[in-house]
């Protein structure tokens, strides 16, 4: 037997003796089975919608990881990207141009509680961050609309082929433009001495 908080005792299938309608209470605690089952609704709610809400997993951008490299015949692009770290992914593009550095850039691609962010500094300048708006299996892409700079989107894109392809869009002098890089695993680098 049990004693529901209003102090009468009370089973948890039995009704009252007054011959009123049964109140079913949760045995032990003594709180009703209705209210309980709702209760237990809306915090599985709320777990659902937190665990929606939550960054997501850098593992997801394993495929990134490794040295990607396009060669144009004009210029060489080199973007290198560490493995996930359950906080970080490292990495970094470099452009040559008859063999010197014609630009480079160090890139972070960062999960924090208030999600994952594409981190761009281009010569080494202050970070811009970019905002993950979708991931799946084979394409990120992130977002800055209100960037002053011209880029607004930049997307990574996993190819069949087994190319990658980063395509950077946004608009520069009120007109909008979208660019592709396409490119293929570099071979394993050999260090000479």
């Not at 692009?77 to 906080?87: G, K, L, N, R």
């Not at 992130?142 to 990658?164: C, E, K, Q, S």
Request: glycine content about 8%; overall charge positive.
């Amino acid at each position: 037997m049990t004693i529901s908080f209003n102090g009468a005792p009370d089973s948890a299938f039995a009704s009252h003796a007054s011959g009123h309608r049964a109140r079913t209470v949760f045995p032990i605690i003594g709180v009703p089975v209705k209210a309980t089952a709702a209760l237990l609704v809306l915090a599985c709610t709320c777990a659902n919608a937190a665990d929606s809400q939550k960054p997501a997993s850098l593992e997801r951008f394993a495929w990134l990881s490794g040295s990607w490299v396009l060669d144009d015949g004009s210029r060489r692009v080199e973007e290198i990207w560490s493995a996930p770290a359950t906080d970080m992914l490292i990495g970094m593009s470099r452009t040559l141009r008859a063999g010197k550095t014609a630009s480079f850039e160090f890139l972070r691609i960062v999960a924090r509680d208030d999600g994952v962010f594409y981190v761009a500094q281009p010569r080494g300048k202050p970070p811009v961050e970019f905002r993950l708006q979708s991931l799946d299996e084979m394409q990120a892409v992130f977002v800055n609309p209100g960037h002053a700079d011209h880029l607004r989107r930049i997307v990574y894109r996993r190819n069949v082929d087994g190319t990658l392809t980063a395509t950077i869009e946004g608009v520069d002098g009120g007109k909008s433009f979208a660019e592709d890089y396409v490119y293929r695993r570099a071979a394993a680098h050999k260090n000479e001495p």
